[in-house]
């Protein structure tokens, strides 16, 4: 790890958790879960979020089942339910440059903003599944031009949002004297991307506000975040980061262990396959072969984002220190996801997040300077 690491500084650690708008969890696994996917199962479970002292909740966007998420809702629909549901937490709605447009998109995130109180964010994904976009009929790009796609996307947005008479020539998309109003509240919604290779960390350091990352150690995470803050330097940005975590919190390391140990056993295999296929395949798709799941061993792909790699798996005070670990590596937001949401969101936040406020007071300058 090096010095320049982290850009939180002082600030405290973000939170965000994955909404569970498709069903199935956030692993592949015939292990109870007690985790739904409806309407009002997610409702009560952003209140809760939001009590426990959670920032963000991220949707996931999905066209057809890739691990078992037989049914999927719609990320940017979804959204406006949750918020409705809530006051402060904000929402982090998935998108996929292809199936949309920038003009639609920019337009319905104008208009959640002024509905929610402008608590609407997004996460441009470029996409990884090359059989959903057959299934739908959308062409299937190589890898680096997804990312020149979502990158002119990210502009796009960003034009649209704040200025009037925008004008854009790229390869993908085109606007002429394009004023859209009403605009988004201030401060302009921010915008998330996800991905581990060259293209996305070289997109995230032009036109991102976060790069989130799939689990990974502190040394792994540090490696990424010092290269993308390195590029986003040179354009005279700076870049936020999240990294992907699989939270196993419980009152004994054993116990917390023994869970893991029972999800992995109990992996749907041929499901946990065709999905490691499929993102392998993304995985080495990119021209270094560094994309996510490159390297992703059969349990790390049974959660779908290598969140066990980020060891949050033992008590809470464990799992404190290990989250001021990532934050020191890099991080300032951590998103999780769990076995049984409702419950373990409010245990997270009763037991963990109190713990990593306390660690942060007592060594903001060991964390910020290390
Ligand atoms: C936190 C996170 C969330 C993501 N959410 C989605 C999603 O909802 N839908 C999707 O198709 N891809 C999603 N992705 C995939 C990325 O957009 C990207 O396609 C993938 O990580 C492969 O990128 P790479 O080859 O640059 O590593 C997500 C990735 C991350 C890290």
């Known amino acids: 790890m090096t010095a320049q690491t982290p850009s ?18 956030l692993v592949i696994s015939r292990i109870e879960q ?42 940017m629909a979804f959204s406006q339910a949750l918020l409705a549901a809530t006051s402060r937490l904000k929402v982090i709605a998935a998108l996929l440059p292809g199936p949309w447009n920038p003009a639609v998109a920019a337009k319905q995130v104008a208009t959640i903003s002024h509905i929610a109180g402008g608590r609407i ?23 680096d031009e ?39 509240l201030g401060p302009a919604p921010e915008i998330f991307q996800g991905g581990s290779s060259r293209a996305a960390r070289d997109m ?10 799939n689990g990974n150690t502190p040394e792994g995470l540090a490696a990424q975040a010092d290269d993308l803050r390195a590029r986003a330097a040179e354009q005279g940005r700076s870049v936020r980061v999240g990294i992907n975590a699989f939270a196993v919190v419980r009152d004994t390391e054993a116990e917390a262990r023994a869970v893991v140990d029972d999800i992995v056993a109990q ?4 499901a946990v396959r065709a999905f490691g296929h499929e993102a392998k395949n993304a ?28 060891n949050l798996i033992g008590t809470p005070r464990q799992v404190a220190e290990r989250i001021v670990a990532l934050k020191r590596a890099g991080a300032d937001l951590i998103l999780l996801g769990f076995l049984h949401f409702q419950e373990e ?26």
């Open 8 to 25: 939180t500084g002082g600030a405290a650690v973000r939170f965000a958790y994955w909404v569970p708008n498709v069903s199935g969890g």
């Open 34 to 75: 007690r985790t739904g996917w409806d309407v009002a199962y997610n409702q009560e479970l952003a209140r809760i979020a939001e009590r426990s002292g959670f920032d963000y909740a991220l949707s996931q966007i999905r066209f057809t089942a890739g691990y078992g998420a037989d049914n999927q809702h719609e990320p």
């Open 121 to 143: 964010a997004v996460n441009v994904v470029s996409g990884w599944f090359r059989g959903e976009f057959a299934a739908i009929g959308e062409h299937w790009l190589d890898h």
């Open 146 to 184: 997804r990312y020149r796609r979502s990158e002119e996307f990210i502009r796009a947005l960003r034009g649209i949002w704040s200025e009037d008479s925008f004008s854009f020539r790229g390869d993908f998309y085109r606007f002429a004297d394009y004023t859209m109003r009403p605009k988004p």
């Open 204 to 213: 995230a350091a032009r036109v991102s506000d976060w790069y989130f990352t």
């Open 267 to 270: 992996a749907d295999g041929d």
């Open 283 to 310: 995985g080495h798709a990119s021209p270094e072969g560094k994309g996510n799941w490159a390297d992703s061993t059969f349990a790390d792909l049974v959660q779908y984002n290598d969140g066990f790699r980020s």
């Open 345 to 370: 969101v409010e245990y997270f936040g009763r037991h963990v997040i109190p713990l990593v406020r306390e660690l942060e007071a007592a060594a903001p300058l060991a964390v910020a300077a290390e």
